[in-house]
């Protein structure tokens, strides 16, 4: 939430403009209700700022240009403390002559209103009604202060950074620059995100490496609570209490282009597109030549991972619809009970978690606040935890005692799509892994499996190449104001996730249900005409499971409802009953989700398309949740 960058080009260069607009671009995705710059020229700073979408702000550099400057701050902005005006739009200015700083922020910094109360008994006057514009005045107080004690340059900054931080309380990222050194951008971290980037005589931040993939592959992670210093020859790093640490470095393993639409008209359109190769790159190089699964990165003791009784996953949204698919395959090969979770709820319970439960956090950006902090809390109770992220250097692997990474790739769309299909890969992997490990899989099993799994990248290709027609359903009922999804086992989650996409994109009502509960009440919503996706289990479902569907489709039927069914190649049973039937290849009922998904993902895109609505970034919402 919130996109933050900062750079610091050579003396003279002039093009910090440019690179923190680029760097803004690819950071809309977290959070578009303003965007902002500030530029830290020979004479001083300038700041452009303006409510809305970049295109806003673009607008008004060109109306109101900006002197070239070779260092610069901006911010795109998910507003939490005051509504998105341009007066709220980040960044912040505070103190006057040399000392005046401007600041931009992401998070949320909890003693705000005592902090606000301390400067106006002081007689400040704020122009806004945000958190981060006190920030910016506490941090000009002690700008002022330092300097009176002698110290310059960007040490002066720094060290009244590290004096404000100490004062914070809260979650925050913090850049500011000021208007007497022109060569430094500082920053701190505490719980949201931040990362370096080392160019060539030129160094970055950014709450992601998309802010400067487009110049530098070479990155550094900051540790929690730690101040950067950056100048156009490198970057310096303390904790808050000025400690020097050393940063750690990654290279990020995409280029730009994987940032970037490549012709397609929606990041969203070509995530989707992009999801048969998120599948295989998720499980290349997880088993060796003889079928057995390979986890390097899972670095908790093998006698630990045995002895675990209990597995609990936490995560947020799509992540934790995933998470539900997870506890079906991994009761299912380890026979060991799996709670699935929202992290929101499970820091704010009392959970039996002991060091023999196993937590498992799922989380694309690897910054979803509620997620981070139910993993600390975790720890905190002597669980062990696992990481399963897209994000590689993101918070929460680096705090978890093991990490396996998605590989799907940037995801640019604020909905997920290609992330969710990686990331129940890894909970099968991960599953696999542990039945292995606790003997409940045997090696045969594992390597059917995996076998399994290896056919789903050309299946997923499958589906997306015969979807013309669910496009021409989406068209059709741009005008719908309710649609509902069923589905029983793991098709219950695919049918929350399909509701969630539709109410995201498209802004319909919409809602997903396990197909089994209907007759205990939501079956009073079907009316005449109410459409309905029904997400059927193959026919070799065990327990009769598909009849049980086929039954519940003929209920709503017998109702009125309009049936839209997926199901399996070859299943006729659901024929009679279904308005629409959407085909999806045969494979093993425990892996249909990575299919029966992806029909529901196109509805919601094509008909939000249909509709005229930003599918990349729809309202309100942001990528990255990095405030709880
Ligand atoms: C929905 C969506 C969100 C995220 C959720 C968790 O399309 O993208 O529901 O899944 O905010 O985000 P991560 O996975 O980054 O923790």
Redesign the pocket.
């Known amino acids: 939430m919130c996109g933050i960058v900062g750079y610091v080009g050579a003396p003279g260069s002039g093009g910090a403009l440019d690179v923190v607009v680029d760097g803004l671009a690819r950071l809309e995705y977290r959070g578009y209700d303003s965007a902002g710059v500030a530029l830290a020229g020979p004479g001083g700073l300038a700041t452009r700022k303006k409510a809305g979408k970049l295109a806003n702000l673009r607008a008004l550099l060109e109306a109101a240009p900006l002197e070239p400057a070779s260092t610069g701050i901006g911010h795109t902005r998910w507003a939490t403390h005051g509504g998105p005006t341009d007066a709220n739009a980040h960044p912040h200015l505070a103190g006057s002559g040399d000392d005046e700083v401007a600041v931009i922020h992401n998070g949320i910094i909890e003693n705000f209103a005592a902090l606000r109360a301390e400067l106006e008994a002081k007689g400040v006057e704020l122009a806004s009604e945000t958190d981060t514009e006190v920030a910016a005045h506490v941090l000009a107080g002690h700008v002022a202060a330092v300097r009176g004690e002698g110290l310059d340059g960007g040490e002066a900054l720094a060290e009244a950074l590290r004096r404000t931080c100490r004062r914070l309380e809260g979650a925050f990222t913090l850049l500011a620059v000021r208007s007497g050194d022109p060569s430094t951008v500082v920053g701190a971290r505490r719980s949201s995100p931040l990362v370096v980037g080392l160019g060539e005589g030129e160094t970055f931040l950014g709450s992601d490496v998309a802010a400067f993939i487009g110049r530098t592959r070479d990155a550094l992670a900051l540790g929690q609570d730690e101040v950067v210093t950056i100048t156009a020859e490198g970057a310096t790093i303390t904790t808050f209490d000025g400690e020097p640490v050393e940063g750690s470095p990654f290279h990020v393993d995409w280029d730009v282009e994987a940032a970037e639409k490549g012709g397609y008209s929606s990041f969203m359109a070509k995530e989707i597109d992009e999801q048969p190769r998120a599948v295989a790159d998720t499980l290349l190089g997880r088993s060796d030549a003889e079928g057995r699964l390979v986890l390097d990165e899972v670095r908790i003791s093998t006698e630990e991972l045995a002895a675990v009784d209990k597995v609990v996953v936490i ?5 934790s619809y995933a998470g539900q698919v997870a506890k079906y395959a991994v009761e299912h090969w380890c026979r060991i009970p799996v709670e699935v979770e929202y992290a929101h709820e499970f820091r704010y319970r009392d959970p039996v978690v002991d060091e023999r439960t196993l937590v498992v956090s ?4 690897g910054e ?1 606040m509620d ?1 981070l902090m139910a993993v600390r809390h975790a720890r905190e109770l002597g669980a062990r935890t696992v990481s399963i992220c897209n994000t590689n250097g993101s918070t929460i692997p680096r705090e978890s005692d093991a990490v396996l990474y998605t590989h799907a790739g940037p995801e640019i769309a ?3 799509t290609k ?1 969710f299909l990686a990331q129940i890969t890894a909970c099968y992997l991960l599953g696999l892994y542990l039945g292995a490990l606790r003997g409940t899989a045997s090696p045969e099993l594992v390597k059917e499996v995996l076998e399994d799994l290896h056919a789903m990248p050309a299946k997923v290709q499958e589906v997306l190449d015969g979807l013309e027609r669910v496009r021409e359903i989406a068209r059709f009922m741009a005008d719908s104001r309710s649609v509902l999804f069923l589905g029983r086992h793991v098709g219950y989650p695919v049918a929350l996730e399909g509701a ?2 539709l109410k ?1 994109l498209a802004y319909i009502h919409a809602e997903g249900f396990a197909a089994g509960e209907l007759k205990h009440g939501p079956i009073a919503l079907i009316d005449a005409g109410q459409p309905v996706f029904v997400v059927v289990p193959p026919p070799s479902s065990p327990h009769g499971l598909h009849g049980k569907v086929v039954s519940n489709i003929q209920e709503i039927r017998a109702r009125g409802a309009r049936t839209l069914v997926i199901a399996e190649e070859g299943d006729e049973g659901v024929v009679p009953f279904a308005e629409e039937v959407i085909r999806v290849p045969a494979c093993p009922p425990l892996l249909m989700p990575l299919l029966t998904v992806v029909p529901l993902q196109v509805f919601a895109a094509e008909l939000a398309a249909a509709k005229g609505l930003d599918v990349d970034q729809p309202r309100n919402l942001a990528k ?2 990095t405030v709880e």
Do not use: R, Y
């Open positions: 995560s947020c949204g799509t992540s799922i989380s694309q950006s979803t997620t604020v909905a997920s992330a969630l996409k995201e990255s949740v």
